[in-house]
């Protein structure tokens, strides 16, 4: 995949949801360790990321009264982290994503899932 367009759609869904970017990080890692385009990655980091970031928070601002900055990442931090407002949500234990949620998620590819992100990965 272009550089350039993963840029662009990790910028785009970074300001659509925060916690998206976890999501990319192992295609980032083997783009950059495998095919060797950290410096393009950087690259379009600068020239594409951050005015598709300017341009969102300049949205959101505009969308919120316009009066002072809105930085919707950090306001997400400050609520769910700081205040922990998040536990309203409920909590759960680290297994139970791979427990409950995902074979509801995967129904039955579910064992291939599991496969191919533990025994598949380790032949890349």
């Given at each position: ?27 980032l ?23 598709i ?39 759960d ?32």
């Amino acid at each position: 995949m272009n550089t350039v367009i993963l840029t662009a759609l990790i910028s785009m869904a970074f300001m659509m949801r925060n916690t998206s970017p976890i999501g990319w990080i192992p295609l980032l890692a083997h783009k950059v360790m495998f095919k060797g385009s950290l410096v393009p990655f950087i690259l379009s980091g600068i020239f594409v990321a951050l005015p598709i970031l300017f341009f969102c928070t300049y949205v959101d601002t505009l969308y919120y009264g316009g009066n002072e900055w809105v930085f919707t990442g950090i306001n997400f931090l400050k609520v769910n982290v700081v205040h922990g407002l998040s536990k309203y949500f409920g909590e759960d234990p680290w297994y139970w994503y791979l427990v409950a949620f995902a074979p509801l998620i995967y129904t039955v590819i579910y064992p291939v899932v599991l496969y191919a992100n533990t025994i598949g990965h380790a032949r890349i």
